[in-house]
């Protein structure tokens, strides 16, 4: 006969377990996504997160990856997305999360519009003009950058910090002359009297390459390591879908952002999604072992905006490759 | 509203001052700051809370003295705080001439209140952000959109307070005076704006202190310089040493304005504080 303490103890361990195994899965999981075209969209519109984790997904929008940062910084979310510049800034500042997944590579989705009734032609005519960018993200990077390899002093150009919905606002009205911006916003500044002078794609080349990168919170990885392998699990889904099912990436574009098929298709070239496989190389992340080339982007895009004085001084190379997190993607895919 | 059912705290206050402990209230006013400020450098000394937080007093104060000799973005701290300042006070200024006459007809009108009333009350509750982006999209990103909210956000605080001391004479006073033979301008001058000052002044400093909650907001879109702009820019960079150190300027002059009102409540209505 077992004793009535041989069995309370029993139950008790065996409710602890449970406990301590239900543990493992999060309440909640909130997603801070970009208002920007890339296969998130697609993951979202198929609830492939909803589907590989199997618990309530909050997503939750925001205009720039400065307004990311400051939500990481006020522990608001799970999962979010930043550009380089972004993430050098939360690197410098300290901010616990690292990259796990390239989301897209920037090309023309982001260009510098200018109105076609000011004539601007090259980038010294921009003295004096007003142009705007938001602050703290990659286009507002990249039009710095822009003007100064041109040798035209940022400071004579009249910047200001607009969210790329209130730029096209401020467009319409008349209230200025560019802007630095990405779609779907861009769209509706070409469509409007706009011509393309420069786009992140050219910059890349140029030596300034931009892209968006899947950020996790070190809480949330530490306590919940396969929801991130899942996390990303999902995420190469969708840019499987996006490579080999073209027309109905660009119908479900054309549906969450409200915009006509032939824009969605074009917007779609002008972006870089990387599949899974080729994410792992030394051109993006690289691999655990052997970290790749975006640690180099994150130091040059740091040593840009040190002497910008938007960061404080450059980190050590070793913080850099400490954000860049393959092993999530590894796991994903098995390796 | 008489002086005395007015302000009977303030008036005790100085009582009290005159009559009782002179230094208590001094003593506890001290205490309070060097606590709070000895409780941060505790907290931020030993590490007890994350510095992207709430950045140690030193970080500020190192923060304060680089914006004010080199500057944030191109700018100094008095040209942030010019820029600011002209925006509040422009708008706040303007809202004075127009709410408080404004204020003072719909106290004595019921029809000009009836007219005013629903506009100025269904407004009023609106959060300022929300009605700023409507008036940016009307009135386009510079100046004009910026001191159009601030004025907005002024005026409520001003006629409704002016109202109310319009509705609130003593008519002992007018009798009073009417018996003495006063015209209708005498009675104007002599008895009524008096009567009114007190109520108007104390409107006058809840509008400055509420106008001031608004200028952040005000600056967070497409400005180039300003307190408000300075806090919100260097958020967007986790610069929290500035952020803090904005906070204590904004509210700091604001203070000093408020003490401002004060001293001009005292010389033009100074039977309050007899």
């Keep these: 006969m077992i004793c009535k303490r041989a069995l309370l103890a029993m139950l008790a361990s065996a409710a602890l377990a449970h406990a301590a195994s239900a543990q493992q899965k999060p309440d909640k999981v909130t997603i801070g996504y970009l208002n920007l075209v890339n296969a998130q969209l697609v993951t979202k519109a198929l609830g492939l997160h909803e589907k590989e984790m199997g618990v309530p997904i909050e997503w939750v929008k925001f205009g720039s990856g400065g307004d990311v940062n400051r939500a990481v910084a006020a522990n608001q979310l799970s999962f979010g997305g930043v550009g380089n510049p972004p993430a050098t800034i939360g690197i410098g500042r300290g901010l616990a999360y690292r990259g796990i997944f390239v989301l897209n590579m920037l090309g023309p989705v982001e260009s510098l519009v200018v109105r076609t009734s000011k004539q601007i032609e090259k980038p010294q005519d921009l003295a004096g003009k007003s142009a705007a960018a938001p602050f703290g993200s990659t286009t507002h990077y990249l039009i710095i950058a822009y003007l100064r390899g041109a040798g035209v002093d940022p400071t004579s150009v009249k910047l200001l910090d607009l969210a790329p919905s209130d730029a096209v606002a401020a467009w319409l009205r008349g209230d200025i002359d560019a802007a630095y911006v990405w779609e779907p916003s861009l769209n509706k500044m070409v469509a409007n009297g706009g011509m393309i002078l420069m786009d992140s794609g050219t910059m890349a080349t140029r030596g300034y390459p931009t892209w968006d990168i899947a950020v996790v919170m070190d809480d949330f990885a530490a306590k919940y390591p396969d929801y991130v392998t899942k996390f990303v699990k999902s995420e190469c889904a969708a840019v499987d879908f996006w490579l080999k099912k073209p027309e109905d990436t660009a119908a479900i574009i054309s549906k969450e952002l409200s915009l006509p098929l032939d824009d969605a298709r074009r917007m779609m070239q002008g972006t870089g999604v990387v599949p899974c496989d080729k994410q792992l190389t030394d051109a993006y992340l690289g691999t655990s072992k052997a970290k790749g080339k975006f640690v180099d982007t994150l130091i040059a895009t740091a040593t840009f905006l040190t002497e910008q004085k938007r960061l404080p001084k450059v980190e050590s190379r070793q913080s850099y490759e400490n954000f860049i997190t393959p092993k999530y993607l590894e796991a994903a895919l098995g390796k | ?274």
């Design chain 2, 1 to 274: 509203m008489t002086a005395i059912e007015q302000a009977p705290s303030e008036l005790a206050e100085t009582k009290s001052r005159l009559v009782l402990r002179p230094r208590v209230e001094h003593l506890l006013t001290a205490g309070t700051v060097v606590g709070l400020l000895g409780l941060w450098t505790l907290l931020s000394h030993y590490g007890l809370v994350n510095p992207l937080f709430l950045p140690s007093p030193e970080a500020v104060w190192t923060s304060f003295l680089e914006v004010v000799t080199e500057g944030y973005q191109g700018q100094r701290l008095h040209q942030h705080m010019a820029a600011s300042l002209e925006r509040i006070l422009a708008g706040y200024f303007m809202a004075c001439a127009i709410g408080i006459p404004l204020g003072l007809l719909m106290g004595l009108s019921t029809r000009v209140k009836a007219v005013f009333d629903p506009i100025v009350e269904f407004y009023r509750p609106l959060p300022p952000l929300a009605l700023y982006t409507l008036l940016v999209m009307w009135l386009g990103i510079g100046d004009t959109s910026k001191i159009t909210l601030l004025f907005l956000a002024a005026l409520p605080p001003l006629s409704i307070s002016a109202m109310q001391a319009a509705r609130s004479i003593d008519l002992r006073h007018v009798r009073a005076a009417q018996m003495l033979g006063a015209t209708r301008a005498q009675l104007f001058r002599h008895v009524f704006l008096p009567s009114c000052l007190p109520g108007i002044c104390t409107g006058m400093r809840i509008s400055l202190g509420f106008t001031y909650t608004v200028l952040v907001a005000s600056e967070i879109v497409a400005a180039t310089a300003g307190m408000g702009w300075m806090i919100w820019d260097a958020s967007k960079f986790l610069l929290s040493d500035v952020v803090i150190m904005g906070l204590f300027v904004l509210g700091l002059t604001g203070v000093a304005l408020d003490w401002a009102i004060r001293q001009f409540e005292r010389l033009i209505a100074p039977w309050r504080f007899a």
